[in-house]
């Protein structure tokens, strides 16, 4: 009933960056909508929360991702998995 896919588009106005994420959530597990919404939510959120490096912020945010996912506590969606692609772009450089 619910797409499995799932996407964010965050722009970090005081950072000058851009934050997009896209997630697949693999739909003969249990929740792949709810997969990919976590993903995609989480990932975001947690970058604009961390500091350091973008790529050192980029690994706490799709580890704690995995996280989320991996150790809901709804019962019903144990076990769901999704796939993430995550980029950040600092606005006006010439790399992602």
Do not use: H, Q, Y
């Not at 896209?22 to 993903?39: E, Q």
């Not at 604009?48 to 991702?65: F, L, N």
């Amino acid at each position: 009933d619910k797409c499995g896919d799932a996407f964010v588009v965050r722009e970090l106005e005081e950072e000058n960056l851009i934050i997009l994420a896209v997630a697949d959530g693999v739909s003969s597990l249990p929740c792949d909508w709810l997969a990919s919404k976590t993903a995609c939510e989480t990932v975001v959120s947690v970058f604009t929360k961390t500091e350091g490096s973008i790529a050192d912020r980029m690994k706490t945010a799709a580890s704690k991702a995995n996280n989320a996912i991996k150790f809901t506590v709804n019962s019903s969606c144990k076990g769901m998995m999704t796939s993430l692609s995550l980029a950040v772009w600092e606005i006006g450089a010439d790399k992602i």
